[in-house]
T-cell receptor, first 112, second 114 residues
Framework: ETGVTQTPRHLVMGMTNKKSLKCEQH?????MYWYKQSAKKPLELMFV???????ENNSVPSRFSPECPNSSHLFLHLHTLQPEDSALYLC???????????FGPGTRLTVT | DQQVKQNSPSLSVQEGRISILNCDYT??????FLWYKKYPAEGPTFLIS?????DKNEDGRFTVFLNKSAKHLSLHIVPSQPGDSAVYFC?????????????FGKGTLLTVNP
């Protein structure tokens, strides 16, 4: 595997379910990010991790819970989501010394 | 309030002609700008970037121009090819700190017609 991978690619969940999104980067980067892309809106930064430490939480509701066990893996744990949380969730990584971020293919989440 | 604006939701261009995608920003602290391309069902792909100390950066068919006084940047694609059809996002960053936060525009859908 190369680059940034995300699983699953598609997820449909009910409002009472608990699920997790997984991201893995194979680029040797030290920073990882979660973004949300809703229809007709810009990409919204959710969380930033640098060397496994969370450095940014962009006022994200607590029903989204990130986890970064190491610099290569990032999870987003989901519970009691709302239909308006339906969106494309993108993971990205960067070297930290430069602004270029490299994105995974995203997980298309639908909350029913 | 949107700090990065792409005012054209879509652009249609004939193959072989020039595509010009525009982006405006409001935050004077932004000092690095990036363009990403996104195909359906894929994540954004980094295309080209420019630092605020430059006014032009060129990479093959892609050139980004920066006008700091106008807080405006543009991406030129010459010649345009059907494979360039995608959504193009402008992003901006302010240096400092341990990570660079990117602020994105809403994107412009480019369609290159054969």
């Amino acid at each position: 595997e190369t680059g940034v991978t995300q699983t699953p690619r598609h997820l449909v969940m009910g409002m009472t379910n608990k699920k997790s999104l997984k991201c893995e980067q194979h680029l040797g980067h030290n920073a990882m990010y979660w973004y949300k892309q809703s229809a007709k809106k810009p990409l919204e930064l959710m969380f930033v991790y640098n060397f496994k430490e969370q450095t940014e939480n962009n006022s994200v509701p607590s029903r989204f819970s990130p986890e970064c066990p190491n610099s290569s893996h990032l999870f987003l744990h989901l519970h009691t989501l709302q239909p308006e949380d339906s969106a494309l969730y993108l993971c990205a990584s960067s070297q930290g010394r430069g602004p270029e971020q490299y994105f995974g293919p995203g997980t298309r989440l639908t909350v029913t | 309030d949107q700090q990065v604006k792409q005012n054209s939701p879509s652009l249609s261009v004939q193959e072989g002609r020039i595509s010009i995608l525009n982006c405006d920003y409001t935050n004077s602290m932004f000092d690095y700008f990036l363009w990403y391309k996104k195909y359906p069902a894929e994540g954004p792909t980094f295309l080209i970037s420019i630092s605020s100390i430059k006014d032009k950066n060129e990479d093959g068919r892609f050139t980004v121009f920066l006008n700091k006084s106008a807080k405006h940047l543009s991406l030129h694609i010459v010649p345009s090819q059907p494979g360039d059809s995608a959504v193009y996002f402008c992003a901006a960053s302010a240096s400092g700190g341990s990570n660079y936060k990117l602020t994105f525009g809403k994107g412009t859908l480019l369609t290159v017609n054969p």
